[in-house]
Every structure is written in C-alpha cells, then in structure tokens.
Nanobody, 124 residues
Framework: QVQLVESGGGLVQAGGSLTLSCAASGRIFSSYAMGWFRQAPGKEREFVAAITWRRGSTYYADSVKGRFTISRDNAKNTVYLQMNSLKPEDTAVYYC?????????????????WGQGTQVTVSS
C-alpha cells in the first residue's frame, strides 16, 4: 500500500512559479512511475508530467513542456513538480499518482495510488 501526500499549492500571479511536492509512504517498486495530473473546474482530469522511479525518465504534456519540470528524490520517496511561467489556464487541483506504468500508459491516468490533491490558482 502506498500513500501519497501533496503539498506546495497556493495562489500565484501569472508568470510566477510554484513547486509541488508529493511525499510517498510505503514501498515504491522500480517498475513504478510517479505522475502529476490536474483537474480544473468543469473539465476532465488531464496528464501533466510523469517520471519513472528507476531511471528517472521524464514525460510531459505538450501544454507544460519547457515550463514545468518533474524530478524525484528516491532517498526521500518524494516527487517534485517545479512550475515556472505559470498561466491562468494552469489553475487546477493537482494530483500525484503512483503505480506500475509503461511509456504508453503513463498519460492515461490508470495509476494504483492517488493523493488528495493540492490547489494551484494562477491570477491574471
């Protein structure tokens, strides 16, 4: 069993930066990937970024490439999402997820474990 706790959300002006953290408790297997997803009001949940636990390979949605960076600290069982050049359309609840994944499945949201989410609001 894995528990995920996100933190770091908040209110920021457009163009600003935030760093989200996702602390995992329990066993993270080498086959796992850690993903970040977001859901804005009235919209479906969408993939943001993912990182493989073993190699640290990263994958991003086109909408955040060049602005967001996902990273991990295996010793701390923590994944980070550094968000720069934030836009009002980045406003959403951001969720951390974990589970065994392939490159093809990472964006699909079929993860075994999910955090409770953290709100990110970007004002214009």
């Amino acid at each position: 069993q894995v528990q995920l706790v996100e933190s770091g959300g908040g209110l920021v002006q457009a163009g600003g930066s935030l760093t989200l953290s996702c602390a995992a408790s329990g066993r993270i297997f080498s086959s796992y990937a850690m993903g970040w997803f977001r859901q804005a009001p009235g919209k479906e949940r969408e993939f943001v970024a993912a990182i493989t636990w073993r190699r640290g390979s990263t994958y991003y949605a086109d909408s955040v490439k060049g602005r967001f960076t996902i990273s991990r600290d295996n010793a701390k069982n923590t994944v980070y999402l550094q968000m720069n050049s934030l836009k009002p359309e980045d406003t959403a609840v951001y969720y951390c997820a974990a589970g065994p994944q392939t490159i093809a499945t990472m964006p699909k949201g079929e993860y075994d474990y999910w955090g409770q989410g953290t709100q990110v609001t970007v004002s214009s």
